[in-house]
């Protein structure tokens, strides 16, 4: 049973950081696709980053050159550095994981196998 258990979230004020965690159970980071993609009301669901198995990375251009993703594969445990915050950013992030051959476009297409249950992320300008 595959489960994903964000963490990390919380209110800041923009040009702030947060750093957001996601422990993985039930599988091998060696076998999938992490990511994140968030979601904020009454809006579409929006990729943010993903990373495979070899370390590529790809990121949404709203974030990038903000928000790095990176992974501890002995801790299995996937991370989003977030810098320079906007109030834009307000939204409940989701950790996600996927196996498939475009794991990586999934993921930025807010879609994927598994996915957590979500911290909440607030910035206030």
């Known amino acids: 049973q595959v489960q994903l258990v964000e963490s990390g979230g919380g209110s800041v004020q923009a040009g702030g950081s947060l750093r957001l965690s996601c422990a993985a159970f039930?599988?091998?980071?060696?076998?999938?696709?992490m990511g994140w993609f968030r979601q904020a009301p009454r809006q579409e669901r929006e990729g943010v980053a993903a990373i495979d198995s070899d370390g590529s990375t790809r990121y949404a251009d709203s974030v990038k050159g903000r928000f790095t993703i990176s992974q501890d594969n002995a801790k299995n445990t996937l991370y989003l550095q977030m810098n320079s915050l906007k109030p834009e950013d307000t939204a409940m992030y989701y950790c996600?994981?996927?196996?498939?051959?475009?794991?990586?476009?999934?993921?930025?297409?807010?879609?994927?196998?598994?996915r957590g249950q979500g911290t909440q992320v607030t910035v206030s300008s």
């Open positions: 039930g599988y091998s980071f060696s076998m999938y696709c």
């Open positions: 996600a994981a996927d196996s498939s051959v475009f794991c990586l476009g999934r993921i930025l297409n807010g879609d994927g196998n598994y």
